[in-house]
T-cell receptor, first 111, second 111 residues
Framework: EDKVVQSPLSLVVHEGDTVTLNCSYE??????LLWYKQEKKAPTFLFML????IEKKSGRLSSILDKKELFSILNITATQTGDSAVYLC???????????FGKGTKLSVIP | DGGITQSPKYLFRKEGQNVTLSCEQN?????MYWYRQDPGQGLRLIYY???????QKGDIAEGYSVSREKKESFPLTVTSAQKNPTAFYLC??????????FGSGTRLTVV
């Protein structure tokens, strides 16, 4: 099993705070690292990272990959109550099509 | 509209029954996946398929079976050998370098 470990598992912040979610992975045949947001049912795509050190941004969300240290972070600035969700981190392999996810981080943003 | 459709949204199964969950995509994606989601467990991979008539076991394949007779379809059968089938099941499809799309899920309950 190719492990993906996310931390923290849950987090409660106030609106306006900045949060950092962590994801570490095992190196076996790594191809890409993916972040998804799950509010109720279907996870929605946020980012796919393949190159180390290149930050991807979308509005208040950003993510970066460190292939040497085998981790990625997802930053959310100026959090809003609409950011409350489970954030999932997954990795895909180079040698196979296997796509493995971590347990997720449950983020709760309170007014 | 292009997308991935799971049906039914809710499914009830009696002890000892096999049930089949449907997953259909019209995105022309090669790869398709089935995940199980339990509270606090993230997404656990059941089966995946990268091409028609071929599929691979994931981390928790016992008690499940799949088929991939058409590119668009990847049904999952939960057999009576699965001792604890109550869970939320998610189907996904994608292309390795372009990301993955999830369906809205099927919630299966054993009664």
């Amino acid at each position: 099993e190719d492990k993906v470990v996310q931390s923290p598992l849950s987090l409660v912040v106030h609106e306006g705070d900045t949060v950092t979610l962590n994801c570490s992975y095992e190196v076996t045949n790594f191809r890409s690292l993916l972040w998804y947001k799950q509010e109720k049912k279907a996870p929605t795509f946020l980012f796919m990272l393949t190159s180390s050190g290149i930050e991807k941004k979308s509005g208040r969300l950003s993510s970066i990959l460190d292939k040497k240290e085998l981790f990625s972070i997802l930053n959310i600035t100026a959090t809003q109550t609409g950011d409350s969700a489970v954030y999932l981190c997954g990795r895909s392999g180079a040698g196979s099509y296997q796509l493995t996810f971590g347990k997720g981080t449950k983020l709760s943003v309170i007014p | 509209d292009g997308g991935i459709t799971q049906s039914p949204k809710y499914l009830f199964r009696k002890e000892g029954q096999n049930v089949t969950l449907s997953c259909e995509q019209n995105l022309n994606h090669d790869a398709m996946y089935w995940y199980r989601q339990d509270p606090g467990q993230g997404l656990r991979l059941i089966y995946y398929s990268q091409i028609v008539n071929d599929f691979q076991k994931g981390d928790i394949a016992e008690g499940y079976s799949v088929s991939r007779e058409k590119k668009e379809s990847f049904p999952l059968t939960v057999t009576s050998a699965q001792k604890n089938p109550t869970a939320f099941y998610l189907c996904a499809s994608g292309q390795r370098d372009y990301g993955y799309t999830f369906g809205s899920g099927t919630r299966l309950t054993v009664v």
